[in-house]
């Protein structure tokens, strides 16, 4: 069992940076791909990036490319989503979610987060 918190969102103006964190309990979180997703209102969930269990590879959502950077931190239990140079259209609740599966392409997720807002203001 993982529970995952997510922090670090907020309200910012355009061209801003924002670091989202994913604090995870339990022993088994670098067992785990974590990935990033997130949901504007009226819109489906999408795909934002992801990261392999031990941080070596990273996928990201052709949106994300060159803005966003995924890290994560084991030895804290920690997944981070650094956004540079957000644009309003990055409006979303942002989820981080851990799922046992190797690809990191994949949608299939075994634990998510309650989200965090993140508002980029024009």
């Known amino acids: 069992q993982v529970q995952l918190v997510e922090s670090g969102g907020g309200l910012v103006q355009a061209g801003d940076s924002l670091r989202l964190s994913c604090a995870a309990s339990?022993?088994?979180?670098?067992?785990?791909?974590v990935g990033w997703l997130r949901q504007a209102p009226g819109k489906e969930r999408e795909f934002v990036g992801a990261?392999?269990?031990?941080?070596?590879?990273?996928y990201y959502a052709d949106t994300a490319k060159g803005r966003f950077t995924i890290s994560r931190d084991n030895g804290k239990n920690t997944v981070f989503l650094q956004m540079n140079s957000l644009k309003p259209e990055d409006t979303a609740v942002y989820y981080c979610?851990?799922?046992?599966?190797?690809?990191?392409?994949?949608?299939?997720?075994?634990?998510w987060g309650q989200g965090t807002q993140v508002t980029v203001s024009s």
């Open positions: 979610a851990a799922g046992v599966g190797m690809s990191l392409s994949s949608m299939t997720y075994d634990y």
């Open positions: 990261i392999t269990r031990t941080g070596g590879r990273t």
């Open positions: 339990g022993r088994t979180f670098s067992t785990y791909r």
